[in-house]
Nanobody
Framework: QVQLIESGGGLVQAGGSLRLSCAASGRTFSSYAMAWFRQVPGKEREFVAAISWSGFNTGYSASVKGRFTISRDNAKNTVYLQMNSLKPEDTAVYYC??????????????????WGQGTQVTVSS
């Protein structure tokens, strides 16, 4: 497994932007499929975006497609989530997730076996 640390969360007004980062430990980061999920109290963890080890394959939930962009820099062991046109309903704790795989894994929580501690994103109206 890999250790994941998220950063970049905060408070932003509706329509604003934030960029989340997820730094991973270990020398084999480039072998990991990565994803972002989010969760609000009382609800299940929700898929946001995923990216394959190469960055060639990406996927998004319908609620963020066109507004969020996932990317990675394997030289820096970091995956990013650029969030634009933020809405109050984007408010949640955002989690980075990983699984060692040379394939695009997708949106299922159960497919990922390494998780960060989360970073809070709050969008005010």
């Amino acid at each position: 497994q890999v250790q994941l640390i998220e950063s970049g969360g905060g408070l932003v007004q509706a329509g604003g932007s934030l960029r989340l980062s997820c730094a991973a430990s270990g020398r084999t980061f480039s072998s990991y499929a990565m994803a972002w999920f989010r969760q609000v109290p009382g609800k299940e963890r929700e898929f946001v975006a995923a990216i394959s080890w190469s960055g060639f394959n990406t996927g998004y939930s319908a609620s963020v497609k066109g507004r969020f962009t996932i990317s990675r820099d394997n030289a820096k062991n970091t995956v990013y989530l650029q969030m634009n046109s933020l809405k109050p309903e984007d408010t949640a704790v955002y989690y980075c997730a990983a699984r060692e795989s040379r394939y695009y894994i997708g949106s299922s929580v159960s497919m990922y076996d390494s998780w960060g501690q989360g970073t809070q994103v709050t969008v005010s109206s």
